[in-house]
């Protein structure tokens, strides 16, 4: 089940249960952390959208897609497919081409926004490989 348009993901605390070692320790004291336990943590939830736009003309198709994220700046990204002349005219095969190349540029631009970020993080120039 995905949940669609409008629907708010909330997310609970996950409760901790303490390992075998620490419940036989003595207890830390009313309402103070266990040595060595850290405090449970809300995970980080984000929703990124990719928005594709497809546009053919005749033997031509191209796809424009857009990183939606909560940043100030999207990322955008363009692919073209170009049906040869003996090929049949399936319009979907050129769609998926082209949106496959746009998806593949965008995918890099974020692998280089990534890297970018690591190295203003670190102050060292770093390569992020694609998987």
Known sequence: ???GPGSILRVEAEHVHPTSAQEHSEPAGAGSP???????????????QVR???????????ANVVLLTEAPNHLTARGQSHRGTGDT????????????RALRHLADQ??????????????????????
């Open 34 to 48: 266990v040595a060595g336990v850290d405090e449970p943590r809300l995970p980080h939830v984000r929703e990124w």
């Open 52 to 62: 594709v736009s497809i546009f053919e003309s005749g033997d031509e198709t191209s």
């Open 110 to 131: 974020l692998l280089d926004t990534a890297a970018q970020d690591v190295a203003a993080v670190t102050g060292e120039s770093t390569h992020l490989r694609p998987s």
């Open 1 to 3: 089940m995905y949940p």
């Open 89 to 100: 005219a399936v319009p979907e095969i050129g769609d998926e081409v082209a949106v496959a």
